[in-house]
């Protein structure tokens, strides 16, 4: 609990922005944030973290690039939720004018990646060709474009019952065959529906590696 509190104390969301390029900061503000940055250059993430950790102590207005340079460092560290908080809080602090804009951009899209371990991209279903719907083997008869006759149950004959006693006829409707086209593809062993491959949206959603 004590550990929770000091990471809010120390959040990025808590601290107090400059807004304004032309303040003039207090001169710990300066200290940290220029160590945190020749750190960085070093590649002590570990070490730039505890700056950035001393300068949102300090609870006095720091500059809108320390929100920048606080979400790359956690890039760095591999706390990709934390980077992407503090790139947006740069980008809603300096809007699209930012001098760090693009970058945080850039790498904003590349923490969120690296959070979900993938990026997930449309491709053109190769069954379909993207059309979402494709000709398939028929569902009924299984592609054999025949089926058992529905009158004589395949058997070939229709028996009839009258005093005289049972009679037995030709089918009438497979003319004695017991075998009729398949009433679902009638004979084409196809069927039009939605493509089994990607249930007729035309494209699947392949997961790729983080650029
Ligand atoms: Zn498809
Ligand atoms: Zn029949
Ligand atoms: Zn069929």
Known sequence: MKQFILILLFS????????????????????????????????????????????????????????????????????????????????????????????????????????????EEKQECSLCHGTSHSKVKCTKCKGVGKEYCSVCSGSGVVISRNAMGDSYQKCYKCEGTGITLCSVCKGTTFQDGDCPQCKGQGFVLIQKECK
């Open 12 to 119: 990025i969301s808590c601290s107090l922005f400059a807004h304004d390029h032309q303040l003039q900061y207090d001169s710990l503000v300066e200290a940290h944030f220029s160590a945190a940055k020749q750190l960085m250059e070093k590649k002590d993430y570990n070490g730039a973290h505890n700056e950035f950790k001393e300068l949102f102590k300090l609870q006095s207005t720091i500059p809108d690039d320390a929100a920048y340079y606080y979400g790359l460092n956690q890039y760095y560290r591999k706390n990709y939720k934390l980077a992407q908080q503090g790139f947006e809080k740069y980008m809603k602090l300096r809007g699209d004018k930012g001098q760090y804009f693009d970058s945080s951009f850039f790498y904003l899209a590349k923490a969120q990646c690296m959070e979900k371990g993938y990026v």
